[in-house]
């Protein structure tokens, strides 16, 4: 092997070396955030569920105060329970299906 071909060897293993290291880097990158990306995921599921029962707590509240009767609210109390007593039959039809 001639000087020429013993520099250009060298050359080669340095940028082998370093592509290496640059992979590894990047593979840890890569790792670092599939984890942080799992963590928002979770993150935005529990987020969701909270949202969710925000919903259902809501919706129970808007039912106990448009049930309490109160004298000007009969109409819309009227109106409320007839939409639950249509929402509980559409239910069990689905059930009798």
């Keep these: 092997m001639t ?3 013993k520099k250009l060897l060298s050359t080669f293993e340095a940028r082998l070396r370093h592509l290496i290291y ?3 880097e990047l593979k840890r ?3 670092e955030l599939k984890q942080l990306l799992k963590a928002k995921e979770e993150e935005c599921a529990k987020a969701h569920a909270d949202y969710q029962e925000l919903e259902r707590n809501y919706a129970n509240l ?3 105060t448009t049930i ?3 004298g000007s609210d009969v109409k819309e109390t ?3 329970l ?3 007593v ?3 039959d559409k239910c069990i039809a689905l059930l009798n299906e």
């Design 86 to 88: 249509r929402e509980v």
């Design 82 to 84: 007839s939409q639950l």
């Design 62 to 64: 808007k039912n106990a």
């Design 22 to 24: 640059l992979h590894d």
């Design 78 to 80: 009227k109106l409320r």
């Design 29 to 31: 990158e890569n790792a």
């Design 3 to 5: 000087d020429e071909d």
């Design 68 to 70: 309490s009767l109160n």
